[in-house]
């Protein structure tokens, strides 16, 4: 039996329909034993045996990205079949079918015979699952960096947890590890210094989450407009749009933010030092230049965000460093220059109600679980970095509790048994990458890879912007107060102008409008 099995509570994700085999106790006594040795400076190296024992209590717990460098490092202390068997189980349930066949394939050469039995009983199951996908085994062999049994690779310490465990645990590996510059980030850690690199929030691995997790669907922009997906393209159903090419190739937006410092130093920008994670997170007004440079500092705290309500000149400068924007992203142009007609009035108007934002986020950074009252659709592009989003339909709102109430990267059903019940899309954004969602969706964000620069812009919702219109009204005559205050100029705009023009788009109407024409074949839209 393999050795390291956990049992699967529920199908996993993205391996849905994989089922792995069950152990009832993870058996080490085989592995332990052995004298740990001595490097050249006086630390002591562990046994394979020992770094093994703390990936399984590690993986136990479900925290199974935070295992993989443990199985890491065993296979480099110890390139055995069934350390390679336990690093290939761990890639699996993540989803990593390359790099778990490859750990496969190295643990059958390391075998005795060339054969081992836990490599071949996982290796049939996932191969069985790669081929209900559509692809072959062969296609994705060899494409990780266990390619051959190769062990001269860096281990996945991303969030510092193996580091700190080899720092209390007294470990130290010989100067010929890969990756030997995480276990000093750990030696650092354990004394009290600054941790090198930004911790992660814990994320609930989606094989264990007890909701429905659901798959959105990512349709390239040259396929919107084909009619089996109308109802994608009409602004219906949430979606992820890919093959936009709508970063410019100028500007650099993440890297050290030093493009966004350098082209507006003195925006002014709402900054979250300590994150935006909970409901009652207040932001500071800060200038970009130092809002960027506390965000990035090592000890200012991972979950730092920022968000910038873009005024109208600065939409426009925003715009013009982007090669082409989405569709949608200019579907308001036309009600927002006609009941709108000043900047100074279109510029009040944007940042009350945070209609056009800019936001960037550190490691930690992200916004808890909620929805907006002012019912828009929201249509978010990707510039820099990677972020992972959680969209949930209105229906869900029974299970779904108070704003902020249940995290859904990281659900706590006993304090929201009723979650469970839910059944949420997630999905990650890369550079490069849009999200639609409806209006009334609730939604949360987190960063996966920093610095996360995103561009945001609420719509009117198809069909018109009756609700919108009834909850902005009540505002602007001051009967809930959830917005700044408006002018006069402004209020009697909105009244005279934009409510009608809004009211008056009773037809449905395509949130991503089709150009009048086939754009050219040298559009840079097209992939």
Known sequence: MPQHIVPPWRPLSPLQQLRLPVIALLLLHQQLGGAAAVNSNGGRVPSAAEVAAAGMEVAQRGSYREAVPFFQRTVQLEPSATNWNNLGVTHMRLGDVSAARDAYLAGHAAAPGGWHADCDANLRVLDAFIVKRGLTPDSVTGKSRYAGGRTAFDIDDADGSFGRASAAAGWMFPDGFAGRRFAAAG????????????????????????????????????????????????????????????????????????????????????????????????????????????????????????????????????????????????????????????????????????????????????????????????????????????????????????????DAFAPNYTALPAFRRAACYDTILHAGDALYFPADYWYQSGVEAAPSVALVSALLPPGGGQDTERELAHELARRTQRLPAASPALRAAMRDACFPAWLSQAAPHESFPRAATPPPATDPWLP
């Open 187 to 406: 030696t650092a850690a354990a004394g009290g210094g600054v941790i090198t690199g930004r911790e992660r929030r814990a994320h609930m691995p989606r094989s264990l989450m007890q909701h429905t997790v659901l798959s959105l669907p990512h349709i390239a922009l040259h396929e919107l407009y084909t009619p089996h997906n109308r109802d994608y393209a009409r602004g219906w159903l949430p979606f992820v749009l890919t093959h936009l090419n709508a970063i410019g190739t100028g500007p650099s937006w993440g890297d050290d933010l030093s493009f966004l410092t350098a082209t507006f130093p003195d925006a002014e920008v709402d900054f979250y030092p300590s994150g935006a994670h909970t409901p009652g997170a207040q932001p500071e007004g800060w200038r970009m230049t130092a809002a960027a440079a506390d965000l990035l500092r090592t000890d200012a705290g991972s979950a730092a965000f920022i968000r910038w309500n873009l005024g109208a000149g600065e939409w426009r400068q925003v715009a013009r460093l982007l090669r082409r924007l989405p569709p949608a992203f200019d579907a308001d142009a036309p009600w927002m220059d006609a009941c709108l007609p000043t900047d100074d009035l279109r510029t009040e108007f944007q940042r009350l109600t945070h209609w056009r934002t800019l936001t960037v986020g550190a490691a930690n950074a992200g916004v808890f679980l909620h929805a907006d009252f002012l019912h828009v659709p929201t249509f978010v592009l990707q510039l820099a970095g990677t972020a992972r989003w959680a969209i949930c339909h209105p229906s869900n709102v029974p299970f779904l509790g108070d704003a902020g109430a249940v």
